[in-house]
């Protein structure tokens, strides 16, 4: 089991920045891939962006690529979301997800953390 939790989240308006948390305990951390997705209203939860276990190799969907960025602090069991230049469209609950990183892109979540909104005004 590995238990998450997301912080950071809140309201800004187009064009700011806001860097989420997800800290991690339980499992080792260090031996899982992490990913952070996100769900908008009346729409299906969706892959932001994820990272190996070691930091060094990310993924994004093209939505986000170029400003967002994830890394990971094994040191401190946490992993962030830097969410740079953001959009309305932006506006959804993110999760933070533990899982596997295939080497063909694809993540697959095992354990969620419970979400943080975050609201991108106009």
């Known amino acids: 089991q590995v238990q998450l939790v997301e912080s950071g989240g809140g309201l800004v308006q187009a064009g700011d920045s806001l860097r989420l948390s997800c800290a991690a305990s339980?499992?080792?951390?260090?031996?899982?891939?992490m990913g952070w997705f996100r769900q908008a209203p009346e729409k299906e939860r969706e892959f932001v962006a994820s990272?190996?276990?070691?930091?060094?190799?990310?993924y994004y969907a093209d939505s986000v690529k170029g400003r967002f960025t994830i890394s990971r602090d094994n040191a401190k069991n946490t992993v962030y979301l830097q969410m740079n230049s953001l959009k309305p469209d932006d506006t959804a609950v993110y999760y933070c997800?533990?899982?596997?990183?295939?080497?063909?892109?694809?993540?697959?979540?095992?354990?969620w953390g419970q979400g943080t909104q975050v609201t991108v005004s106009s």
């Open positions: 997800a533990a899982g596997r990183q295939s080497y063909g892109g694809t993540y697959y979540p095992d354990y």
């Open positions: 339980g499992r080792t951390f260090s031996a899982s891939d």
């Open positions: 990272t190996r276990r070691s930091g060094s190799i990310t």
